[in-house]
């Protein structure tokens, strides 16, 4: 299996730019997880999805960032407009939910942002 | 609210020699306890996990952690390691292993 594949690895922009990452979930897990990695914050969970449904989005910082998943297959987190203190690593992760019960969770590398 | 401490910001440990990573958490209930490591420029890969049953769990890369109701901690243990166990390590805690809490991260560094 391929993992969770996530892109870009690393994005460079300008304050006030629309920033766009992108997650794919291993395939057949049906739980998609977005976290936020600051050296001030530590590791933040964002937002998650069960089976492309947003769940739980009381992690999202602020208006400016919003996320979807419109299908199983794929999910964007979005940024707009980005500011400085956005800049962090965002994490994406899958698992499958069985039984109303997770399993644990698998990480994909990571996006790197940084607004300039 | 649920929390997790890693008291140890930064440990230094020589190849070959023991490793315990502290982890204390606080929950309410029975707690789904994970330990995860970080290598530099990559994700988070699942060390071990604690969900029910038997305290003393096994997981990947030779590493154990013990789960203790009396103290809340769940502390990671090595009895011999290697130049590659140098890296980030996270405890995380949470109710049904989806809305976890990851404690602030230990690095490991190991000396040759």
């Known amino acids: 299996d391929a993992g969770v594949i996530q892109s870009p690895r690393h994005e460079v922009t300008e304050m006030g730019q629309e920033v766009t990452l992108r997650c794919k979930p291993i395939?057949?897990?049906?739980?998609l997880f977005w976290y936020r990695q600051t050296m001030m914050r530590g590791l933040e969970l964002l937002i998650y999805f069960n089976n492309n449904v947003p769940i739980d989005d009381s992690g999202m910082p602020e208006d400016r960032f919003s996320a979807k998943m419109p299908n199983a297959s794929f999910s964007t987190l979005k940024i707009q407009p980005s500011e400085p203190r956005d800049s962090a690593v965002y994490f994406c992760?899958?698992?499958?939910?069985?039984?109303?019960?997770?399993?644990?969770?698998?990480f994909g590398p990571g996006t790197r942002l940084t607004v300039l | 609210a649920q929390s997790v401490t890693q008291p140890d910001i930064h440990i230094t440990v020589s190849e070959g020699a023991s490793l315990e990573l502290r982890c204390n958490y606080s929950y309410g209930a029975t707690p789904y306890l994970f330990w995860y490591v970080q290598s530099p420029g990559q994700g988070l890969q699942l060390l071990l996990k604690y969900f029910s049953g038997d305290t003393l769990v096994q997981g990947i890369k030779g590493f154990e952690a013990e789960f203790k109701r009396s103290q809340s901690s769940f502390n990671l243990r090595k009895p011999s390691v290697h130049w590659s166990d140098a890296a980030e390590y996270f405890c995380?805690?949470?109710?049904?292993?989806?809305?976890?809490?990851f404690g602030t991260g230990t690095r490991l560094q190991v000396t040759l």
């Open positions: 995380a805690v949470g109710s049904t292993a989806s809305k976890l809490t």
């Open positions: 395939s057949g897990h049906n739980s």
């Open positions: 992760a899958s698992s499958t939910l069985a039984g109303g019960l997770y399993n644990e969770q698998f």
